[in-house]
């Protein structure tokens, strides 16, 4: 189909390999670690199913909701653009979401499970009274989810002051606050965990923290709090 | 109006808790006899976990509160509370939703109905490949967590498909549910990991109980005209 549009429309820009005008498209980032490296915390075929199979039909179906957008777009047709937005959300945030969360993990021999320092460490004993209380808070907060989705720790720009959160299926953390810069996503669809973990989420919730990247958070935080 | 709501729907499916505790029923076959297109593995998590879970979890919120002693269709539609969700609903709901789709399936099931059902699927679908796609599709593009129905529409005399997501179900929507797929990731995540497609093709071709989608659309009819 892109290709057919090539052909038969003037492009803008002469780089267009996938769609008409430039239409950014995605593919799949490689994992910062072998799907083996964060065992026994994830099991390797729980990486490589999450991210070879579910990241990539997120991936799939957005470039195929971003076509379908810039081809009604072009032609105005609103209904169609309005109808595609629930695919967007779904797709994207599932794009996104998953973006973050590889970041958001890292094997134990490169600092997985290390507690935060700096600022980002302070900032959480600060706002939760220790560590350890917040995780408390995440995890029972992620167990509790009805359904699929995601809890997060979150920076609320706007008030400078860390949140945990909660979204359903993949809607992004913004969804919850415009100001909401994610630190930390845990992902709790079943797919995250069913094959090792079954239906005990909270044993998931309570392994995970062993390979969660606080460097990675830190970096966020301290970006946004210079 | 015709509504749903003022009969006791507790004739669709054979769960009728007056009793003070909501009990757990066992699915009408051995958990090993959907095998091999659902695996005993997959019932005794899904079956043995998952649903005994909501039980338990129900009873344990309803003790003492003005919910305890009410049937599991009252509780259901109470806690919807027309959309705005009383913490019950998802485990009342979920507990009712799991007998109707351990129901809906038998062993040696699938294939096409015949008879009354079949023509009605033929008059609101044109074909029963049609129906059948219809309901693939709404169960495979249910976002997230849920279910996909074949419901009976009294008001219009017609048959649907629909899809809803989490616990939500057609009691609390004014229809008649006649058929439901589990749609929830750990309903096929051991048997079919990501490929949902396959496990609603390997559901359609294997599991389907007709035999129970017809009598729960008798069952429907002699409602509704009760209620006329």
Known sequence: MALRTLINRKTLTTTAPLGFRGLQTFSLPDLPYDYGALEPAISSEIMQLHHQKHHQAYITNYNKALEQLDAATTKGDASTVVKLQSAI?????????????????????????????????WSIDN???SLEALIQKMSTEGAALQGSGWVWLALDKEFKRLVVETTANQDPLVTKGPSLVPLLGIDVWEHAYY???????????KNIWKVINWKYASEVFEKENP | MASTQGF???????NENVAVKIELKPPPYPLDALEPHMSRKTLEFHWGKHHRSY???????????????KTLEAIIVDTYNKGDLHPSFNNAAQVWNHDFFWESMKPGGGGVPNGELLELIKRDFGSFE????????AAATQFGSGWAWLVYKAQDNKLLVIKTPNAVNPLVLDYYPLLTVDVWEHAYYLDFQNRRPDYLSVFMENLVSWEAVSSRLQLAKKAQAAQN
């Open chain 1, 89 to 121: 959300k779904f797709n994207g945030g599932g794009h996104v979401n998953h973006s973050i969360f590889w970041n958001n993990l890292a094997p134990v021999r490169e600092g997985g499970g290390e507690p935060p320092k700096g600022s980002l460490g």
């Open chain 1, 127 to 129: 706002s939760f009274g």
């Open chain 1, 195 to 205: 094959l090792q973990y079954k239906n005990v989420r909270p044993d998931y919730l």
């Open chain 2, 8 to 14: 006791s729907l507790s004739a669709l499916s054979s």
């Open chain 2, 55 to 69: 039980v338990d979890n129900l009873n344990k919120q309803i003790v003492g509160t003005e919910l305890h002693g």
């Open chain 2, 130 to 137: 049609e129906f059948e796609k219809e309901f693939k599709t």
